[in-house]
């Protein structure tokens, strides 16, 4: 298993396209006070000791040497050693609505990154728990399947858009569906689905749904995104001005359909939670979370972990000894050698 033990250093890497754009600018400008003083290829012409590319290659030695060193000291590692330990928890699977109205905005920032902000915290504040996660929109795809590996869950978590399900509209009968055949069959944890949407279901029938899942013994959760009001849906980008539209040319208004997900939560045994206040809403849920039963079951983790950072290091240090001995002045003994010219063969 692969990991970084200081991911927050990974952010450091936003200042390298930030140092590119500087540099060449630089070098803009610099061509420009040359020019100023007569044309640029007679300046080049009376400069024949400067060389127009080895700033260049020693800048994108020391960029990559600078890549280097930040992902270094974000500390690679790899797990190395394979440990079984006991755990006690449940099994949880979530099941994101992806749908185009969660781009509505009638929550800032918009309802779908509501939704991921509730669900990053959620995961930050489990511990032994497995989890799982699936999108849905008019149709539903697992993302990750149950698993204790937190940090990929985030991982796809940060990834998540709408439209990234081809087919639009909002079907929560065919997640509720997929979500209850995503547990190990075998496994005897206390089972929880939690669905966040706006409820605005378009297909199906959930509730039926619900209440076949609660008869396996499955618990339902259902967190509410959006306002009773509602808000437009914005068209292409989730921060697009433009809005749908119906077949009149008003303006579509997207609301938040709490009746619909009381009903869900009641089939499934569990309870109906408004999230607009992404705390109150979290801790609500994460209340009724820790008072299930929790099980032990045994998982297997990596114990051990290989640093892999003087690689990086290695490389870099490398990188930057090559810069350093690049010189950006053509040297005159240097041009002497002409190792890869061939010589033409005089006509007799």
Not at 124 to 128: A, G
Not at 345 to 348: D, H, I, L
């Given at each position: 298993m692969f990991?970084?033990?200081?991911p927050?250093l990974?952010?450091?890497?936003?200042v390298?396209?930030l140092?590119l754009v500087?540099?060449y600018?630089?070098r803009?400008?610099k061509k420009?006070?040359i020019?100023?003083f007569?044309d640029l290829p007679?300046?080049q012409?009376l400069?024949?000791?400067?060389?127009?590319?080895?700033?260049?290659w020693k800048?994108?030695f020391?960029l990559?040497?600078?890549?280097l060193?930040?992902i270094g000291?974000?500390?690679?590692?790899?797990?190395?050693?394979l440990q079984?330990v006991?755990?006690?928890?449940?099994?949880?699977m979530?099941?994101?609505?992806?749908?185009?109205?969660?781009?509505?905005?009638?929550i800032q920032?918009s309802?779908l990154i509501r939704?991921?902000?509730v669900?990053?915290?959620?995961v930050?504040?489990?511990?032994?728990d497995?989890?799982?996660l699936?999108v849905f929109?008019?149709?539903a795809?697992t993302?990750?399947?149950?698993?204790?590996d937190?940090?990929s869950?985030?991982?796809f978590?940060s990834?998540?858009s709408?439209g990234?399900v081809p087919?639009q509209?909002?079907?929560?009968?065919?997640?509720?569906?997929?979500?209850?055949?995503s547990?190990p069959?075998n496994s005897?944890?206390q089972k929880?689905?939690?669905?966040i949407?706006d409820?605005e279901?378009?297909?199906g029938?959930p509730e039926?749904?619900?209440?076949?899942?609660?008869?396996k013994?499955?618990?339902?959760y259902?967190?509410?995104?959006?306002?009773p009001?509602?808000?437009p849906?914005?068209?292409?980008?989730e921060?697009s001005?433009?809005?749908?539209?119906?077949k009149s040319g008003n303006t579509?208004v997207?609301k938040?359909?709490?009746?619909t997900l009381?009903k869900?939560a009641?089939a499934?045994?569990?309870?109906y939670?408004?999230?607009n206040n992404?705390?109150?809403?979290?801790n609500r849920l994460?209340?009724k979370?820790?008072k299930?039963?929790?099980?032990?079951?045994?998982?297997?983790?990596?114990?051990?972990?290989?640093?892999?950072?003087?690689?990086?290091f290695?490389?870099?240090?490398?990188l930057?000894?090559?810069?350093?001995?690049?010189?950006?002045?053509k040297?005159?003994w240097?041009?002497?050698?002409?190792?890869?010219?061939?010589?033409k063969?005089?006509?007799?």
């Open positions: 990991r970084f033990a200081n927050y990974l952010y450091c890497l936003l390298l396209p140092i500087l540099f600018i630089t803009m400008l420009k006070n020019s100023e007569g007679l300046m012409l400069m024949p000791d400067a060389s127009p590319s080895r700033p260049v800048f994108y020391y990559v040497a600078l890549t060193i930040i000291m974000a500390r690679p590692q790899l797990g190395s050693k079984e006991k755990r006690k928890g449940i099994e949880i979530i099941a994101l609505d992806v749908s185009n109205s969660m781009n509505a905005r009638d920032p309802r939704a991921k902000q669900m990053s915290k959620l930050d504040r489990l511990s032994d497995k989890i799982g699936i929109a008019g149709d795809y993302q990750v399947p149950i698993t204790t937190y940090v869950v985030k991982m978590l990834s998540i709408t990234m087919m509209g909002t079907d929560i009968q065919k997640a509720l569906e997929l979500a209850t055949n547990f069959p005897e944890l929880v689905i939690i669905i949407t409820g279901n378009l297909e029938t039926e749904s619900a209440k076949a899942a609660n008869e013994g499955i618990l339902i259902t967190l509410g995104m959006g306002t009001e509602g808000g849906i914005p068209e292409g980008a921060n001005n433009d809005y749908k539209k119906d579509v997207s938040l359909d709490e009746a009381q869900i009641i499934g045994g569990g309870e939670i408004p999230a992404t705390q109150a809403g979290l994460f209340e979370v820790e299930l039963n929790k099980k032990e079951y045994e998982s297997k983790i990596y114990s051990e972990y290989n640093e892999q950072f003087p690689y990086f290695g490389f870099a240090l490398i930057l000894l090559v810069e350093f001995f690049i010189v950006e002045k040297s005159k240097l041009s002497n050698l002409k190792l890869f010219e061939i010589k063969k005089e006509n007799v």
